[in-house]
C-alpha cells in the first residue's frame, strides 16, 4: 500500500464510481485527477480500472499492464485478501491501481454467466476496504456488465459530462441506470455525489447554454454540480501523454485548478 490510510481500522473505504455512457468525455481524466488529489491531500487511495482500451486509466497512470489486475481481481469467485492483494500495484503520484488490459474484454461473457453478476465487483472489493480511505473506480464508455459492477460498488457515483447533447444524453442514462441498480439490485441506492462539467470551453455559443442544462438535469436528481466547470486545456493531455498527474505536471493549469475545486465540492458534501 503506498500510503497509511487516515480513517481508523474500522472504517471502510468509500467507494466512488465514475460514469457517463458517452465515450471521450473525460471520465477517467476525472477520476484520475479525483485520485492524485485525494492521494495529495493524504488519503489512501485504490483506483481500479474496468475499462479495457488501450487509452485508459491504467495507462495513463503508468501502471504496468502486464500485472495481475482486473481479469484476475474479477475472476475469483472466492476473493480473499491475498488474493486482491495480489492484483494491486502501486503509482508515483495517484495511490494504488488495480489495472486493465485489453484482456478483460474476453473475460465478459464468463461474467455474464455468474450468480450475482452485478456484484462480482462489491464482493471482490470487500477484503481490501479497509485499507483505505477511498476507492476510485473508473468505467468504460457504455451501460454495460462492467459498468453496472462500478455501480452496483459505488457508495458514490459521479457523472463527468461535456457541454455537448450526446453527453448529456449519456449522464442521464447514468442518472436512471443508478436508480435502477438501487431499486433491483442493491436495495438502497448509491449517492449521487454529484455532475462535473468536462472539457469546457464557455467561448463555443453552445456550451454555457448546456451548461445550464446539465444544472438542471442534476438538481431534479438532486445531484450537485461539483465546482464550476473543468475548463479545457492542451495541459490535460500533455499530462496524461507524460505519465504525471496534472496537479503535478501543470499545477497552475485552469483545469488542474478546476479539479482541485471539484475535489473540495466532494469532500465538503460528505463531511
Ligand atoms: N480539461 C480538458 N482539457 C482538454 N482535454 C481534456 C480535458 N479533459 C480530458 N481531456 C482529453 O479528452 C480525451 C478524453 O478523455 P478521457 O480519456 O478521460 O475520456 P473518457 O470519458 O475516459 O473516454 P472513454 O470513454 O474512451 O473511456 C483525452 O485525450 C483527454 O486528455
Ligand atoms: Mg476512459
Known sequence: MTRQKQGDE??????????NQKGGVAKSTTAEAFAASLTARGYAVLMVDMDAQPGNLSAHVGADKGLPGTLELLEHRRPTRDKVLHCIQPTRSFGDVIC?????????KALSSRVGRELILSRALEPVLGDYDFVVVDTPPALQLRTLN????????IVPCMADPSSVAGMEAVLECTAEVGEFVRGTQ?????????????RNSLEPELFDRIAEIAEEYDAPLLGQGVRNTVNAR???YS????????????????????????LDGIE
Open 150 to 157: 462500478g455501480i452496483a460498488a459505488a457508495d458514490d457515483v
Open 243 to 266: 505519465g504525471e498527474a496534472l496537479r503535478g505536471f501543470a499545477p497552475k493549469s485552469t483545469a488542474a485548478l478546476d479539479y482541485e475545486e471539484a475535489v473540495s465540492a466532494y
Open 190 to 202: 448509491p449517492r449521487i455525489a454529484g455532475v462535473i462539467v468536462t472539457r469546457y470551453d464557455a
Open 10 to 19: 474500522a472504517t471502510r473505504a468509500r467507494v466512488i464510481t465514475f460514469a
Open 238 to 240: 500533455k499530462a496524461q
Open 100 to 108: 486493465a488490459n485489453e484482456k478483460l474484454d474476453d473475460e465478459d
